[in-house]
C-alpha cells in the first residue's frame, strides 16, 4: 500500500478491479485516471450537468461527487460497458437512428441515465424519460432526439 492511499476493490463493466486511491480522490478521478475509461465525461465536477453518469448497484450517480472509496464493493458500470463484444447497446443503436448524439459530450450519461431507467421501467412513457434525464444537461439542445431514442429503444425492448 501506497503512503496516504485506500486500498478498494470493486467490479467495472464485469471485471474485478483492486487499486489504491487517494481518499480525496472522486470515482470519476479512477475512472478516467487510473481506469482509464474515458467515455465517462468529467465536466462540471460539482453534480450539475450529468456527465460524468455511471450506475452503481444499478442506480445512476454523479461519479464526481462519490468518493472513490465509498465505491469499495460496488458492482460500477460506465458507457463502455454498454457494447458487447465490440457492437454497440441497442440504446446506443436507438440514440444513433434518432441522430440524438450531436456533439456527443453529453452522451454517455444520457445513455447511463437511460440505462437505469430502462431496467427500472422497461415501458416508460414521456414523462418517465424526462424525468430520468433532468440531471443531464446538453448543451446542444438535443432532447428531443435523446428522448425519442430512449423512447425507441424501450419500445423495442431494447437496452
Known sequence: MQTGTIPISFTVNGRRCSLEVAPHHTLL???????ELTGTKECCTEGECGACTVLVDGRSVNSC???AAEAH???IMTVEGLATD???APLQEAFLDEGAPQCGFCIPGQLMSAHALLNQNPHPVLEDVREALAGNLCRCAGYVQI???VLAAAEKGDR
Open 73 to 75: 464493493g460496488a458492482e
Open 147 to 149: 428522448t425519442k431514442a
Open 86 to 88: 465490440g457492437r454497440l
Open 65 to 67: 461527487l462519490m468518493l
Open 29 to 35: 478521478d479512477v475512472l478516467r485516471d487510473q481506469l
